[in-house]
């Protein structure tokens, strides 16, 4: 494997942003097992366990350690923040404001610096996961499928999804754009690939009620 940290912007997700981009319930998520893949710098695994939700991450930036993982996310939002202008066009109602939206990302990457251990956070790289069959109830992806549709071939889509309803028995994926929500104002405006793997694995593309990018405000929801 040849990874270069600096090739990778860092940034975290919190757990009230996980509720909404997956359409979630906490009380729901106390009787499973779940799966955040990947993990990144998100909160969403340190909220959780407090609790009670049994919640693992899982990412190919892990083989790093804590000190090097927050000096990255660090410089990675002050580039994000640095400027805030390609914001315009998006809709606070979920943030209320750009410094709200910054708060997530700061408060995420502390929370998970504070909490990375190799028991709740296990390196691995899709499409292989090192889980056995079964050992989620949910398996949730933000920010990577589809996003990176000009960079991630069909063939990697299929085989992750497929790795992860190995391991889980329920896969949920936001977003279902392109990162720079090239297609927001046309009929068919996801990913291409969003249409096909939902159509392959017998998924459901569902309206979650948050919507920070035009028209993004949609997750595929697919059950082994």
Request: aromatic share 14%; glycine share 4%; net charge negative.
């Amino acid at each position: 494997m040849s990874l270069q940290l600096d090739d990778f912007l860092i940034t975290g997700r919190t757990f009230e942003e996980y509720m909404a981009f997956f359409d979630l319930d906490a009380e729901t998520m106390k009787k499973m097992r779940v799966l955040d893949c990947p993990s990144g710098a998100s909160s969403f695994i340190a909220e959780a366990k407090r609790r009670g939700i049994a919640a693992q991450g899982c990412d190919i930036l892990y083989c790093y350690d804590r000190d090097v993982l927050r000096a990255q996310g660090e410089k990675s939002i002050e580039k994000i923040y640095a400027d805030t202008s390609w914001m315009a066009e998006h809709n606070f109602a979920f943030y209320h404001s750009i410094e709200r939206h910054k708060e997530h990302r700061v408060g995420a990457l502390e929370l998970f610096c504070s909490d990375y251990n190799t028991t709740d956070y296990w390196f691995a790289e899709l499409p292989k996961l090192p889980y056995r069959d079964d050992s989620f109830d949910l398996v949730l992806s933000s920010h990577l499928l589809f996003v990176y549709d000009d960079r991630l071939d069909e063939a990697f889509y299929e085989a992750s999804i497929a790795e992860m309803l190995r391991i889980g028995k329920e896969v949920r994926i936001f977003p279902l754009v392109d990162y720079k929500n090239s297609r927001a104002d046309e009929t068919d405006n996801f990913s291409p690939l969003a249409y096909r793997m939902a159509e392959k694995f017998g998924g459901e593309i569902l309206d979650v009620g948050f919507e920070f990018q035009k028209n993004a405000g949609y997750m595929l929801k697919i059950k082994r």
